[in-house]
């Protein structure tokens, strides 16, 4: 299965102020996910992120607050603008793999402070 | 929309019982279905992918099992062990989205 890190593993931010995160992947793949895990709570989709093409956001994320880039197809990044305390989470990465059926694997995640 | 329940919410157990972790969803037309351990403050692992036209997987102690038109899939841990101790999540794939359950948290006292 293919080896997925993160960067940063954790960061404080102050409000207000903006976070990319990297999803760094041993391999090529087509399809990367972001999600969030809120505290107590179980893992919701930000975004689909292929490459060569706009990423695909689910309801309730926009563009503006959650811009991702997907560059290759190893790497992508998801910037967390204009911070608030409810952005207060972990932010996982996940890549699909398989020639069906397709299984996901996430990275570590970046637990993410916004004070 | 698909929506997720895991039953319990929280197990704890004495070293060697077997455990059963109950998933429900609501939407049937499912492509596959996915259960993850998660590790405090880390990422998730993958244990076992069930395809839709399948009724069980099996990985060493551990055995899921799906019933697509109940909406109803079960992990079975057997023997279990202090290192069982972790949250285990449950996610029905429609296309390539997955849709997570609230997670069960299983403790294994030794």
Do not use: H
């Not at chain 1, 299965?1 to 960061?11: E, G, L, T, Y």
């Amino acid at each position: 299965s293919a080896v997925i890190s993160q960067k940063p593993s954790r960061d404080i931010c102050q409000r207000g102020t903006s976070l990319t995160i990297q999803c760094q992947v041993d391999s090529q793949v087509t399809m990367m996910f972001w999600y969030r895990q809120q505290p107590g709570q179980s893992l919701t989709l930000i975004a689909t992120a292929n490459q060569g093409s706009e990423a695909t956001y689910e309801s309730g994320f926009v563009i503006d607050k959650f811009p991702i880039s997907r560059p290759n197809l190893t790497f992508s990044t998801l910037t967390v603008s204009n911070m608030s305390p409810e952005d207060s989470s972990i932010y996982l990465c996940s890549v699909e793999e398989g020639q069906g059926p397709y299984e996901q694997y996430f990275g570590p995640g970046t637990r993410l402070t916004v004070t | 929309k698909q929506e997720v329940t895991q039953i319990p919410a929280a197990l704890s157990v004495p070293e060697g019982e077997n455990l059963v972790l109950n998933c429900s969803f609501t939407d049937s037309a499912i492509y596959n279905l996915q259960w993850f351990r998660q590790d405090p403050g880390k990422g998730l692992t993958s244990l076992l992918l069930i395809q839709s036209s399948q009724r069980e997987q099996t990985s060493g102690r551990l055995n899921a099992s799906l019933d697509k038109s109940s909406g109803r899939s079960t992990l079975y841990i057997a023997a279990s062990q202090p290192g069982d101790s972790a949250t285990y999540l449950c996610a029905p794939a429609t296309g390539n989205k997955l849709t997570f359950g609230g997670g069960t948290r299983v403790l294994v006292k030794p």
